[in-house]
């Protein structure tokens, strides 16, 4: 990679819009982001890629992104090897945190986590889920679901491992939660040879706080505070 470019990877999918929105109260406009994983941006210092969340952490693991956008869900799920610059606590549908639930049907007769020995679980993300019942101590079969989780409980599985921001959707669907395995909001990641370079840590650091004081000023209705204008002013 260029010694002065910097290469950051933003979630695609449902976070791709908000994600979009946030850089451009930051000051960052990205143009073209519906139609390639390469859109502009109106910064000739950064690259964007526009990746599924679930894989920015092992690419900026592996160099090919200097940084980038993902929930600490996946970079747990991945198991990746990142440095965490800043989170940035913003979603799909609210500012509340997605959560990583284990779910069962409204009439199942499992109570609690440890009534799941035994028995079978779905989930997208298999490492999170794993370690989860080891933790617990409790052995269940753990298999990968492809999408639509939801529909393979009860006849396929047991239970399901599913996020969530609000419950709404779980509950629509008759599904109780049993557990919650992990909250997780999107964070700015770093690779760790791109920190090291003086070049490019000194600009995540200006983007992550340009990214802050955007956020700042919306959990403020809008207006700017004082810090917000500061790091505006300076940074941009």
Same mark, same amino acid.
């Given at each position: 990679?260029?010694?002065?470019? &910097?290469?950051?990877?933003?979630?695609?999918? @449902?976070?791709?819009?908000?994600?979009? #929105?946030?850089?451009?109260?930051?000051?960052?406009?990205?143009?073209?982001?519906?139609?390639?994983?390469?859109?502009?941006?109106?910064?000739?210092?950064?690259?964007?890629?526009?990746?599924?969340?679930?894989?920015?952490?092992?690419?900026?693991?592996?160099?090919?992104?200097?940084?980038g956008i993902?929930?600490?869900?996946?970079?747990?799920?991945?198991? @990746?090897?990142?440095?965490?610059?800043?989170?940035?606590?913003?979603?799909?549908?609210?500012?509340?945190?997605?959560?990583?639930?284990?779910?069962?049907?409204?009439?199942?007769?499992?109570?609690?986590?440890?009534?799941?020995?035994?028995?079978?679980? #779905?989930?997208?993300?298999?490492?999170?889920?794993?370690?989860?019942?080891?933790?617990?101590?409790?052995?269940?079969?753990?298999?990968?679901?492809?999408?639509?989780?939801?529909?393979?409980?009860?006849?396929?599985? =047991?239970?399901?491992?599913?996020?969530?921001?609000?419950? @709404?959707?779980?509950?629509?669907?008759?599904?109780?939660?049993? =557990?919650?395995?992990?909250?997780?909001?999107?964070? &700015?990641f770093a690779?760790?040879?791109?920190?090291?370079?003086?070049?490019?840590?000194?600009?995540?650091?200006?983007?992550s706080i340009?990214?802050?004081?955007?956020?700042?000023?919306?959990?403020?209705?809008?207006?700017?505070?004082?810090?917000?204008? @500061?790091?505006?002013?300076?940074?941009?």
């Amino acid at each position: 990679m260029e010694d002065n470019i &910097l290469t950051i990877g933003l979630p695609s999918g @449902s976070l791709m819009e908000p994600t979009i #929105a946030l850089f451009a109260k930051a000051g960052f406009s990205i143009s073209g982001s519906s139609r390639s994983y390469r859109p502009s941006v109106d910064d000739p210092e950064l690259r964007i890629r526009l990746l599924r969340a679930q894989e920015i952490s092992r690419y900026i693991e592996h160099g090919y992104l200097d940084c980038g956008i993902t929930g600490r869900d996946w970079v747990e799920e991945n198991d @990746s090897d990142i440095h965490e610059v800043v989170q940035l606590p913003y979603s799909k549908a609210s500012s509340n945190p997605t959560r990583w639930v284990l779910v069962v049907p409204e009439a199942s007769p499992i109570k609690c986590t440890a009534d799941l020995a035994g028995k079978r679980v #779905a989930t997208e993300a298999v490492g999170i889920t794993k370690r989860f019942f080891e933790r617990a101590g409790v052995c269940a079969e753990v298999e990968f679901s492809w999408g639509a989780t939801e529909v393979k409980v009860p006849d396929l599985v =047991d239970a399901i491992v599913d996020i969530t921001e609000t419950g @709404s959707s779980l509950r629509a669907n008759k599904l109780r939660i049993v =557990d919650t395995l992990m909250e997780s909001y999107p964070a &700015l990641f770093a690779n760790h040879a791109a920190w090291a370079s003086e070049w490019k840590r000194a600009k995540i650091e200006r983007v992550s706080i340009l990214l802050k004081a955007a956020l700042a000023a919306r959990d403020s209705g809008g207006v700017e505070d004082e810090s917000s204008r @500061s790091w505006l002013e300076e940074f941009a």
